[in-house]
């Protein structure tokens, strides 16, 4: 069982950046699928990006072009690189491991997540 330890979140101004940590404990970091997702008051879980064990990266149409997700496998660690942030991108964020697709629902633990206000 994986354990999931975010953080790296904050309060920003909108265009300004920030730079989200996920360390997952337990073994077989480098097969797993990492998703970030994020979850704003009133609002389902959504997903916002993932990374295969191959590299190979996906985003919410949303977030293209802003944000970048990446793997360190020696350090079991996923990133989240989020540029020019907008209101919008407020809420709190989770990442999660797993095999195949990036659904939230499937995911029954969670970590504690670490939030992110971008307010004026």
């Known amino acids: 069982q994986v354990q999931l330890v975010e953080s790296g979140g904050g309060k920003v101004q909108p265009g300004e950046s920030l730079r989200l940590s996920c360390e997952v404990s337990?073994?077989?970091?480098?097969?797993?699928?990492m998703g970030w997702y994020r979850q704003a008051p009133g609002q389902q879980r959504e997903f916002v990006a993932g990374?295969?064990?191959?590299?190979?990266?996906t985003y919410v149409d949303s977030v293209k072009g802003r944000f970048t997700i990446s793997r360190e496998n020696a350090k079991s660690t996923v990133y989240l690189q989020m540029n020019n942030l907008k209101p919008e991108d407020t809420a709190v964020y989770y990442c999660?491991?797993?095999?195949?697709?990036?659904?939230?629902?499937?995911?029954?633990?969670w970590g504690q997540g670490t939030q992110v206000t971008v307010s004026s």
């Open positions: 999660n491991a797993g095999l195949g697709d990036y659904d939230p629902r499937k995911y029954v633990q």
């Open positions: 337990g073994s077989f970091f480098s097969i797993y699928h």
């Open positions: 990374i295969g064990s191959e590299g190979d990266t």
